[in-house]
């Protein structure tokens, strides 16, 4: 099923549960079904291969294609010139990188590991190891989501996603749906 398409009753139906959340019960047996909620480990990249990285750009291609053209025709200068720009932008991109690795690295230690969900039709606050498919997960301001999740309401909702797609600005998510509202049609 692609859960970005689907209806938020489709979904809910799939994961046989419903906008109260799941019972604890459930929720036990589905933890011994599919096991605690973790994040894969994250391959530690060399220094080697972030370095490297900074040359898969199409830009990069185009100054080095534009030097070897510039010492072709002679002008060893403006080569020389443009790719110690190449070089120099490579290695603050390499640096950046690398200190950002270290402490994202770092901050996972940190990371507050509750998460609100529904059990039983009540918030209850728990593990967020603990989170299972089909459960809803209650989220406030400064909330870390803890799994993928379907999205039922959302109310004047932003989302940083950088560590994900490397964009700065938050990602303001659109109003889904009352959930409650769908499940009545």
Known sequence: MDYKSASIRQVLKKLDSSEKGLSAKEAKKRLSAYG?????????RLGIEIFLSQFVNPLVFVLIM????????????????????????SILGFVQEFKAEKIIKELMKY???????LRDSEIAEIDSRLVVPGDVICLGVGDIVPADAKLLY?????????LI??????????QMAWFSQELRL
């Open 154 to 162: 959302a109310d004047n909702l932003s989302i940083d996603e950088s």
């Open 66 to 89: 534009a030097s070897v053209i510039a010492y072709v025709i002679g002008e060893q200068i403006e080569a020389t010139i443009i790719l110690s720009i190449v070089l120099i932008n």
């Open 36 to 44: 605690y909620n973790l994040a894969g480990k994250v391959k530690q």
């Open 165 to 174: 797609t490397g964009e700065s600005l938050p990602c303001t998510k659109n």
């Open 111 to 117: 990371i507050p590991l509750n998460v609100r969900v």
